[in-house]
Structure formats: structure tokens, C-alpha cells
């Protein structure tokens, strides 16, 4: 069955680094989505793609954070300087239609020390 | 501001009898509704949805209700299975190009003991 790629699967890292994530979505998957889940709560959602272009990164905070889909089909999650509350798991989920129904990755869990 | 809640943050069955997952939303402009699933050290799989034009969906042990005018919505597993322990995630989206802007609630998580 097709799966949702990420890596690293752990990252520690000290604060003021940089870090990045990788993601693969489910082939033939348009739309692609960035979450943040911190210990003890549901996702929350970064930052949509729709092919390469951003749909919504409202909520991403762009003055560390940034994403990138190039050519629509793997996509980078970068913090530069990572602070200590970015210590969360990072989902990376993909659709394939317009519904909520969306495939999630195993998630990368980072830790700022 | 918290738009989806899940205010039992743990519950426990006893296999083969019901266990009934429950959520409560705020915003209006939700029309569509999920629950997640998700062991450790696994992400989030998809479980059953519900549209705001229905009051019940069931597919097969699980059946999701929602009450819209009381912003209410469960999930039923009848009969639960020690497989079925994970947390739950109550999920809600507005719709439109937002279908996969998912507010999530904080999850429960559910222990069936055999």
C-alpha cells in the first residue's frame, strides 16, 4: 500500500540551528500538507500546497519557518533558528481529492535542547 | 480559543462491550467532520467522516453521530477490541478549498482491556 514518506524520524538538535524535513507524498497526490503536533495535542495544520503552489501557511510562522514543494512532488519543512518550543512531531499528510480524508506520514519528531 | 474539543482525555472499555468517543465543536462554518486513529510512533490513519447533511454514518463497528445543533458529535465502536486501543482524534473542516484544513481536538485515548 502507498505510504507517506518522511525523514529524519528523530531529530535533536540545539536551539539557534537549523533543521529540515522531507516529505513524500503518496504518488499522483496534488495536495500536501505540513502539521505540527505538540505532546498532549491534536495537529495543527502549517502550511497547505495544491502542486507547488502555497494554498495557506497562515499559520505558519514565516519569520522561522519556510516549506517547499519545487516540482510539486517532495516538499522540505526548514526552521532556522530553532527555538525551544518547536519541539513537537511534524506530520506531513497528502490527498488526493477534496475531502478531509487525508495519509499521513509516520512523522518526524524533533527536540530542541 | 480551543474550536474542536475532546474533553475526556482518556477511557477505558472492557472488550466486546461499547466504547463512545465524544466531541464538541464551536465554529459554525464546519460542514464536514472526521475521526483519526493513531498509534504510537504512527501517524494519524483516517477512520469515518461525517457531512453536516447527515446525523449518522456507519461503517462496519464504527458509527460517528452528529447533533448539529448542539455542535455534538461521537464515535461508537460496537464491540470494541483490545486492536481498537489508540488515541482518537476529532477532526473539522470548513469545506471548499479548506476540506483539507483539518482542526483537530486534543484526542482521547482509548484502552480496551480484554
Known amino acids: 500500500e502507498a505510504e507517506v514518506a518522511q525523514s529524519p524520524r528523530y531529530k535533536i538538535t540545539e536551539k539557534s540551528q537549523a533543521v529540515a524535513f522531507w516529505c513524500d507524498p503518496i504518488s499522483g497526490h496534488a495536495t500536501l500538507y505540513w502539521y505540527r503536533q505538540i505532546l498532549g495535542q491534536g495537529p495543527e495544520l502549517l502550511v497547505q500546497?495544491?502542486?507547488?503552489?502555497?494554498?495557506?501557511d497562515s499559520q505558519l510562522p514565516k519569520d522561522r519557518f519556510s516549506a517547499e514543494r519545487l516540482k510539486g512532488v517532495d516538499s522540505t519543512l526548514k526552521i532556522q533558528p530553532a527555538e525551544l518550543g518547536d519541539s513537537a512531531m511534524y506530520l506531513c499528510?497528502?490527498?488526493?481529492?477534496?475531502?478531509?480524508?487525508?495519509?499521513f506520514g509516520e512523522g518526524s519528531r524533533l527536540t530542541v535542547l | 480559543d480551543q474550536q474542536v474539543k475532546q474533553n475526556s482525555p482518556s477511557l477505558s472499555v472492557q472488550e466486546g462491550r461499547i466504547s463512545i468517543l465524544n466531541c464538541d465543536y464551536t465554529?459554525?462554518?464546519?460542514?464536514?467532520f472526521l475521526w483519526y486513529k493513531k498509534y504510537p510512533a504512527e501517524g494519524p490513519t483516517f477512520l469515518i467522516s461525517i457531512s453536516s447533511i447527515k446525523d449518522k454514518n456507519e461503517d462496519g463497528r464504527f458509527t460517528v453521530f452528529l447533533n448539529k445543533s448542539a455542535k455534538h458529535l461521537s464515535l461508537h465502536i460496537v464491540p470494541s477490541q483490545p486492536g481498537d486501543s489508540a488515541v482518537y482524534f476529532c477532526a473539522a473542516s470548513a469545506g471548499g478549498t479548506s476540506y483539507g484544513k483539518l482542526t483537530f481536538g486534543q484526542g482521547t485515548i482509548l484502552t480496551v482491556h480484554p
Open positions: 499528510a497528502s490527498s488526493g481529492d477534496f475531502t478531509g480524508e487525508l495519509f
Open positions: 500546497f495544491q502542486d507547488e503552489s502555497v494554498v495557506d
Open positions: 465554529n459554525s462554518m464546519f460542514d464536514y
